[in-house]
């Protein structure tokens, strides 16, 4: 069965970091593009960031560029995403998803499956 798991997630202060961790499970991640995304309250759901299956093409929505770090580990079936910077509009829920088609982009209508989520608060 394929599966996305996410984890890492949790209350940092503003400026703050985290490193958010999605693992896979029932396939090969790095055939893949993977995405992250986050959900904030009251919110769509919104692109963060994404991968290629070789890691040489990455984006980033620009609402993270520049504090936000996507890569793979393909050896442990994982693809993180180190949050630097937080600030408090970054709180969400965030996921990964898996792109099994090879579009990618940061459009939720391109991937395929998806993770339950993490929840990440940026307070004070």
């Known amino acids: 069965q394929l599966q996305l798991v996410e984890s890492g997630g949790g209350l940092v202060q503003p400026g703050g970091s985290l490193r958010l961790s999605c693992a896979a499970s029932?396939?090969?991640?790095?055939?893949?593009?993977i995405g992250w995304f986050r959900q904030a309250p009251g919110k769509e759901r919104e692109g963060v960031s994404c991968i290629s299956s070789s890691g040489g093409s990455i984006n980033y929505a620009d609402s993270v560029r520049g504090r936000f770090t996507i890569s793979r580990d393909d050896a442990k079936n994982t693809v993180y995403l180190q949050m630097n910077s937080l600030k408090p509009e970054d709180t969400g829920i965030y996921y990964c998803a898996a792109d099994l088609v090879g579009l990618g982009g940061l459009s939720t209508a391109l991937y395929d499956y998806w993770g339950q989520g993490t929840q990440v608060t940026v307070s004070s």
């Open positions: 029932g396939f090969t991640m790095d055939y893949y593009i």
